[in-house]
């Protein structure tokens, strides 16, 4: 016996009763709500890094801001890091986020002392990265356009096998 069913919840957070009454009616309804509780949980893991993000920003956008005569973070870094977090998602963790003395703001993925790896974005078209996997290192640039870089995701799958 095959069962359809219909299921359209009003919103992510108002899951209104399925009015079919088989058990595998049910057991969509109770898949579609875990889905949902999923997504609003992997948001809210997201949102304390990107709340981060932008409170960095909002620290270092003024000359002199570390008080050791830092340049200031220009909106343009800020846009490139922001399409650079979002190109993250759903890839990678997450990371940290800093800004630097010269203007820049980075991305740190830590896992230990000798497990980690950072992304310095500027105004440039250029990602300066480094990392430490165990003993081994890497540092280098990569152009940036938009696209997460495929030798970064390379190095980042050192951290975080797939």
Not at 62 to 78: L, R
Not at 110 to 128: G, M, Q
Request: charged share 20%.
């Amino acid at each position: 016996m095959t069962t359809t069913l219909k299921y359209f919840p009003t919103s992510p957070l108002n899951f209104l009763p399925s009015f079919a009454l088989s058990d595998e009616a049910n057991d969509v309804r109770d898949s579609v709500a875990g889905v949902y509780a999923n997504l609003a949980n992997a948001e809210s893991l997201n949102a304390r890094n990107v709340r981060e993000f932008h409170n960095t920003y909002l620290d270092a956008r003024e000359d002199d801001w570390d008080g050791y005569q830092a340049k200031p973070v220009s909106v343009e870094t800020f846009k490139r890091a922001k399409t650079f977090l979002e190109e993250c998602f759903g890839r990678f963790p997450v990371p940290s986020s800093g800004a630097t003395p010269g203007g820049a703001l980075s991305f740190e993925w830590y896992l230990a002392p000798t497990k980690r790896f950072i992304v310095s974005i500027s105004e440039e078209d250029e990602l300066a990265y480094a990392g430490l996997f165990g003993s081994a290192t890497v540092h280098g640039t990569e152009v940036f356009r938009g696209e997460f870089p495929q030798a970064l995701a390379q190095h980042l799958s050192r951290l975080y096998p797939i």
